[in-house]
């Protein structure tokens, strides 16, 4: 087969199947895909597509040479920075930064794209759930973050894979390369809050929904510290960053939670 091969980490996860998704319909690439095992039923499914699934460990560095002959990386953004020095234990995000600081002190060429909260959380996360006494009602329920607490979104099944794709297609453009290979593609459409989550899903499906925080003593401590950044409106701020002039370029037009809630929600609160 011919065309480029395109390495994509995460490959069984939301964000590696949603940029497969479109590289597949795309057509013109080969795909690898990296998973830990290459017999569980995604990477078997993914297989079964067409995508060259190879077995590899992030941690282990000869895995890695062996998978690559190119790779895009996800990411998110430093929460020292965005919380002004308030959050400097959170790994979850300050370790990705630093894998972006690496592939600039090593001038690897690449582009850096940080999502906000997945819209997908809400049914992966169980965020949704019916009344156990009325099934009428709904209600999104999130650890830790107040009614109004807000969250920077992305439908990562609408947006990423065709977002990725665009930088690939388009890499040899001189201007969109050296805009992405100076700061990161902020893939967020806007902000949300638990209220208006809850709201969206009713006026969409008919269904009573809304809001309620979980709270803190019913949070398992390794979500806490996630959750409480969130509250303390750090990471909303990414939103802030969001740049629509070069999604433009890429011909990227972002969806919002009602798009999510019509293409997924309506369906699991009918089943
Ligand atoms: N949920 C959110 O709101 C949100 C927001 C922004 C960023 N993120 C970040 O986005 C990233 C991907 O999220 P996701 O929802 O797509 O994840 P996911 O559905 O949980 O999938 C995780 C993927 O990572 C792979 N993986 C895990 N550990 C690995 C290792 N040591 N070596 C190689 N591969 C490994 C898994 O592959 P195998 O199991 O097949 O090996 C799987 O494909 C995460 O880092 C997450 O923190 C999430």
């Not at 040899?172 to 990161?184: C, G």
């Not at 070069?246 to 969806?255: A, P, Q």
Request: charged share 25%; net charge neutral; with cysteine.
């Amino acid at each position: 087969m011919v065309g480029k091969i395109i390495v994509v980490t995460g490959s069984t996860g939301n964000q590696g199947r949603a940029v497969i998704t479109v590289l597949l319909k795309r057509g013109v690439y080969r795909i690898r895909g990296l998973t830990r095992n290459v017999e569980s039923p995604v990477a078997k499914e993914l297989a079964s597509q067409g995508v060259e699934m190879v077995s590899g460990h992030l941690l282990d560095k000869d895995s890695l040479i062996k998978s690559f002959a190119g790779a895009y990386a996800s990411s998110l953004p430093s929460a020292t920075e965005l919380s002004n020095g308030k959050y400097t234990t959170h790994v979850r995000f300050d370790e990705k930064t630093e894998i972006d600081k690496y592939m600039k002190a090593i001038d690897q060429p690449g582009v850096v794209v940080h999502t906000g909260a997945f819209a997908e959380n809400v049914l992966n996360f169980d965020y949704l759930k019916r009344d156990i006494v009325n099934p009428d009602q709904w209600h999104i329920s999130i650890p830790i973050t107040r009614p109004h607490s807000l969250w920077p979104l992305t439908y990562v099944g609408a947006d990423l894979g065709p977002a990725v794709v665009s930088i690939i297609d388009k890499w040899d453009d001189p201007v969109i390369k050296s805009e992405l290979s100076e700061k990161p593609l902020v893939l967020v459409v806007g902000t949300i809050d638990g209220v208006q989550m809850a709201e969206t899903v009713k006026r969409v499906s008919g269904k009573q929904c809304d809001f309620v925080t979980i709270p803190k003593e019913m949070t398992p401590d390794s979500f806490i510290l996630p959750y409480k950044f969130a509250d303390d409106g750090f990471y909303a701020k990414l939103a802030e960053r969001a740049n629509p002039p070069i999604l433009d370029k890429l011909g990227i037009k972002l969806h919002g939670f009602e798009d999510y809630v019509k293409d997924k929600i309506v369906t699991f609160m009918s089943k």
